[in-house]
């Protein structure tokens, strides 16, 4: 038996997260090297994303006063 080196394109896998001005390159959740990003980075994001302070931000909306209930109970506890 034999065996050959070969090269298997994974680009598709290959997944980027931020982190301290770095985009850490990962596939099937091992870390495989960084990407150094300039300071002046430009993002093209969804109108609901943001960036701030070198990390990124989704704007959601979130229930302020999460046990509130929409009608008033009598004392009992009854609705």
């Not at 990003?37 to 999460?66: C, H, S, W």
């Not at 929409?70 to 609705?79: I, L, Q, V």
Request: charged letters at 30%; a negative charge.
């Amino acid at each position: 038996m034999t065996l050959k080196q070969q090269k298997v394109d994974v680009t598709d896998r290959v997944v980027g997260k931020m982190k301290n001005g770095e985009m850490e390159l990962f596939l099937d959740n091992t870390s495989i090297g960084k990407i150094q990003l300039p300071g002046d980075m430009t993002f093209q994001l969804d109108q609901q994303f943001e960036v701030a302070q070198r990390k990124i931000y989704q704007n959601v909306t979130v229930t302020e006063q999460p046990d509130a209930k929409y009608t008033d109970c009598d004392d009992g506890g009854w609705c």
